[in-house]
């Protein structure tokens, strides 16, 4: 349909209890931005795109909120480690569905989502982790969940952050 739709590709379970966030990638983070852009725009403003492993704790959570998504995958109950691991292809494809990429990750070298995000030509937007801040444009870099979602809002009302995929490619 014509909602603004919002990807999360990375894993957001811990391996060795399903039930509880990885802290690393920030899934409660990412909740949180979601729950808020909720109150702002409402459920039928906006989707959200999951897929790959261990996506058990922000699907429950996603469901428990009522927050439409879209889960890319076998809904396993156990580990779903590899089996639901997407191919490159796919992860392609994906990427390129989305309007908006969010990582809401709390502590990370890389990471590597900013690379296939730009290089698929999509909108990203990061916390300040990592290299983010490096190759991202400052307007693509929130720091308080207020400051991601007035991002989010304003790119779903103008588009404004067209302009930071090009500016992020070329570093």
């Known amino acids: 349909d014509q909602s603004y739709l919002i990807g999360l590709l990375q894993r957001d379970s811990e391996g060795r209890d399903l039930t509880v966030p990885k ?14 852009l909720k109150q702002h725009v409402g459920v039928q403003g906006f989707h959200v795109l999951l897929g790959g492993p261990r996506r ?4 429950s959570a996603l469901d428990h ?3 439409p998504y879209t889960f890319v ?4 109950e156990g580990d ?6 997407l191919d490159k292809a796919t992860m ?9 990429y969010v990582i809401p990750t709390r502590w ?12 698929c030509g999509r909108k990203i937007i990061s916390t300040p982790v990592g290299i983010a801040p490096e190759v991202l444009p400052p307007e693509c870099i929130y720091d308080t969940l207020a400051s991601g979602v007035s991002t ?10 067209d302009e930071s995929v090009s500016a992020g490619r070329r570093v």
Do not use: S
Request: proline share 5%; with cysteine.
């Open 80 to 85: 779903d480690y590899p089996d639901n691991i």
């Open 108 to 119: 990370e070298g890389a990471p590597r989502q900013v690379f296939d995000v730009l290089e």
């Open 65 to 67: 909120h009522g927050i």
């Open 152 to 161: 989010i809002i304003k790119d779903m009302e103008t588009g404004f952050l």
């Open 23 to 36: 802290q690393q990638k920030g899934p409660d983070i990412f909740l949180a931005l979601m729950l808020l």
């Open 73 to 76: 995958g076998e809904m396993i």
């Open 56 to 59: 058990h704790w922000l699907r």
């Open 92 to 100: 392609c494809q994906l990427y390129n569905l989305l309007d908006l």
